[in-house]
Every structure is written in C-alpha cells, then in structure tokens.
Nanobody
Framework: QVQLVESGGGLVQPGGSLRLSCAAS????????IGWFRQAPGKEREGVSC????????YYADSVKGRFTISRDNAKNTVYLQMNSLKPEDTAIYYC?????????????????????WGQGTQVTVSS
C-alpha cells in the first residue's frame, strides 16, 4: 500500500519561507516521479513542482520558478519543497503525489493526471 504523508505547512507572512516534506511508505526509488500540487479555494489543482526520482530532473510551474526548490532524500524516502519569497497567491492546500508511470505526449511530468497516489494535503497560508 502506498502512503504519502505531507508536513510542514502553516501560516507565514509574505516574503517568508516554509519547507514542506513528503514521507513515502515505500522506497522513493520505487517511483518514477514524486510531485507537489496545490489547490486554492474555487480553483483547479495545479502542478507546482515535480522530480524524476532516478535522475533528479525537475518541473516547476512558471509561477514558482526561482522561488521554490524541490529535492529528494532517497535514504529517508522523503521529498521536500523549499518555498521562499512566499506570496499571498501561494495560499492553498499542498498535496504530495507519486507515480510509477512515465510521462506521455498528453501528460507531462507536471500533469496531475500522471499521478496515481496522493497524500491528504497540508495547508499553506500566506498572509500578514
């Protein structure tokens, strides 16, 4: 059974930082990719950042490039999302997701449709 557990969310002021963690019940090397997605109220879930486990290649949404960094620690079966220079528009529930499938022409590394396993989510609120 695949379990993904997110942690590290919370309330932070604009310009602040948070680090999210995603602990996987299986070896991270078992997966093709693990990613972070977010969903704000009234909006669709969107890809934030994803990492291909084997070689560390990454995807970032344009809105977070230069501010967020994804990384993995295979020894701890954990993927991290370092979020800096946070903005109010980053407020959302952040979900960790994993997939065994490889990207296709229709679903790239950052597409939520590629991912089969999801965590429960952690709330991130950016507000003064």
């Amino acid at each position: 059974q695949v379990q993904l557990v997110e942690s590290g969310g919370g309330l932070v002021q604009p310009g602040g930082s948070l680090r999210l963690s995603c602990a996987a019940s299986r070896f991270t090397l078992d997966y093709y990719a693990i990613g972070w997605f977010r969903q704000a109220p009234g909006k669709e879930r969107e890809g934030v950042s994803c990492i291909k486990i084997s070689d560390g290649s990454t995807y970032y949404a344009d809105s977070v490039k230069g501010r967020f960094t994804i990384s993995r620690d295979n020894a701890k079966n954990t993927v991290y999302l370092q979020m800096n220079s946070l903005k109010p528009e980053d407020t959302a529930i952040y979900y960790c997701a994993a997939t065994w499938r490889i990207p296709s022409r229709d679903y790239g590394l950052g597409s939520k449709e590629l991912y089969d396993f999801w965590g429960q989510g952690t709330q991130v609120t950016v507000s003064s």
